[in-house]
């Protein structure tokens, strides 16, 4: 479930919708070192609603009432080799950071832990134009700046990490224009026109890498037993690949993006290509920020037979395809 913030100033301190040809090209570049769309994907955007219902800058659900940055979101925390670093949008000069918060996810009835400090670890960076970015949720200890430091774009500031109000690793990054939140996919975006708009603070290239998508596959995989968002932010499921041996065969596919109407279908194949689970197509009731979908099967007493194994994942719409994901495991 998508976790409801907004975040304030430091204190004392798949289907792709192309980009509009019409947009002017900013210069802020894409502020954390990931590959788009395989190890991180955007969860939020900026919520462009002023009423208590919320949507992004393309009409989309792709946010929550209040909302006041982008999330860059990593796949997982524990599968990261090293650190993903959080670099600097555009040249400027540092106003004010925080650290030394703990890496440590807020769920539920625990979100007034992080009263006062939601951004977490965190850095603001004043550029021209009267404009400031706010880098949020950074890695306890990463920051490398201070105060007064003069920064270039690209410039490393520190590590995304899981400190102050987040339920997942990611970076919260916010846009401000003389003061006030604006949205860097829209700056200059009309009421009622979505993905229209004339402005964009991104430089083209990033304009390119951040093409908005609906939906998207985060995670996905064979695993021994049932899976669960916890098992997969730790990586505690890659570390223990199925064998014959296994007790039972699951596989499993995290999804951000689903929309209410959407149906989703997972099915399990053997090497000779027979149907050994399958689920679906289940119809999703609500917007969901995050979906997790996983089918199984016990072993009997025999060993499973050796040999490549592949799982299908599809969510179609009005019986048009929008993801489509195969995967396989070569079991020995």
Not at 126 to 148: F, N, P
Not at 196 to 218: G, Q
């Amino acid at each position: 479930m998508a976790h409801r913030q907004q975040i304030g100033i430091l204190l004392a301190l798949p289907l792709v919708i192309g980009i509009s040809h019409a947009a002017t090209a900013g210069d802020l570049i894409i502020p954390l070192s990931c590959d788009i769309g395989r190890t991180c994907f955007i969860q939020n955007y900026v919520d462009i609603d002023d009423s208590p219902s919320a949507k992004d800058y393309m009409c989309g659900t792709l946010t929550y009432d209040g909302h006041n940055g982008v999330d860059f979101r990593l796949t997982s925390h524990g599968g990261q080799q090293k650190p993903v670093h959080v670099v600097v949008a555009a040249e400027g000069t540092v106003l004010r950071t925080r650290d030394g918060l703990a890496d440590s996810p807020v769920k539920g009835d625990r979100r007034d832990a992080a009263k006062g400090n939601e951004c977490g670890n965190g850095v603001v960076v004043r550029h021209s134009g009267d404009r400031e970015t706010q880098y949020c949720h950074m890695a306890k200890d990463s920051i490398l700046v201070r105060a007064g430091d003069t920064v270039r774009a690209g410039q490393v500031l520190g590590a995304v990490g899981m400190s102050g109000l987040t339920e997942y690793p990611h970076l919260h990054f916010i846009v401000r224009r003389e003061g006030k939140v604006i949205d860097p996919f829209g700056a200059g975006l009309m009421p009622g026109a979505c993905g229209s708009h004339t402005e964009s603070e991104w430089t083209d290239d990033a304009r390119v890498r951040l093409a908005y998508s609906p939906r998207a596959v985060l995670n996905f995989g064979f695993a021994t037993e049932a899976v669960t968002n916890d098992m997969i932010e730790v990586d505690a499921v890659s570390q223990r690949k199925p064998t014959t041996k296994s007790e039972a065969l699951v596989v499993y596919v995290r999804t951000i993006g689903l929309k209410t109407g959407d149906e989703q279908s997972l099915t399990l194949r053997d090497p000779d290509g027979r149907i050994i689970a399958e689920k679906g197509p289940v119809a999703v009731a609500q917007n969901q920020a995050q979906t997790l979908l996983f089918i199984g099967k016990k072993r009997s007493t025999e060993p499973w037979p050796g040999g490549v194994y592949s799982a299908t994942y599809i969510v179609g719409r009005n019986g048009a395809p929008m993801l489509n994901q195969v995967f396989r495991h070569d079991l020995r």
